[in-house]
């Protein structure tokens, strides 16, 4: 994935402000009944896949909020070097257990309770194989051995979300639908290319400062140093010396 250009960044979000895209995505989450969550903060562990059309409505935010940005910046940069590696918190999640950025997480954060424990146990099972998959390319490709507690880490299923009525799996797929046919202009005026599908949420913010190819030769250096060391210089490095793009 290329880098994402600030000029391209604030031409997509001028789309969306001039599409009502933000409204039809706020639209869409206030569709999704509310529920009770105990706070146990189990759920806030990984960068959940995040449509443009989010990242879009969060950099937004960000942009008002830049102090805030630049306090998590260190984490989310430590999060995306070392997500392969350690198993982390979401670097959203504060220490009070509360998301710093509540009101504009993204869909997949969301529906989580919303999900039947047979639903959520098919989608591990998918996101199981992926992750056995990468073992064998970072091994044949890289020489590096993945940690076992990264690869099968499993978020237990959550019991103690308390709600009237959960989301059936066609209305979320109506609701993937409806963003995926916003994400779509961006396709169509060239501010977005086809292997930007499937983005985490920190992966978008790390486009802003680097290019796919850049991040990716960064992550295994760091990896090579931090399994060997629990440490790493260079990931150190860029944390004091990489400034956030907002």
Known sequence: MKKLNSKDIEKSINTAENNGYFEN????????????????TRCCSESVNTYYIEFLNLYRYFQENRRLYEQLFPKILRFYFLEMVEQQ????????????????RPLNCRLFGHWTREEYEEN???VLAENLQTVKLYKNRYGIDLPDQVIHHKIRYCEDFEIHKRITRPQRQKMIDSIFT?????????????????????????????????????????????LETDYSETLENIIKKTRPVI
């Not at 918190?89 to 504009?104: T, V, W």
């Not at 499937?198 to 760091?222: C, M, N, P, Y």
């Open 25 to 40: 995505l706020n639209r869409i989450y206030r569709a999704i009944p509310q529920g009770k969550c105990s706070s146990c």
């Open 124 to 126: 591990y099972k998918n």
């Open 182 to 226: 916003m994400e779509s202009a961006f396709f169509m005026r060239g501010l977005l290319s086809e292997d930007a599908i499937g983005t985490g949420l920190i992966s978008w913010l790390i486009h802003t400062v680097f290019d796919g190819e850049e991040a990716g030769e960064l992550r295994i250096k760091i990896m090579r140093e931090y």
């Open 89 to 104: 918190d979401c670097p959203f999640l504060m220490e009070d257990g509360l998301c710093s950025i509540y009101h504009y």
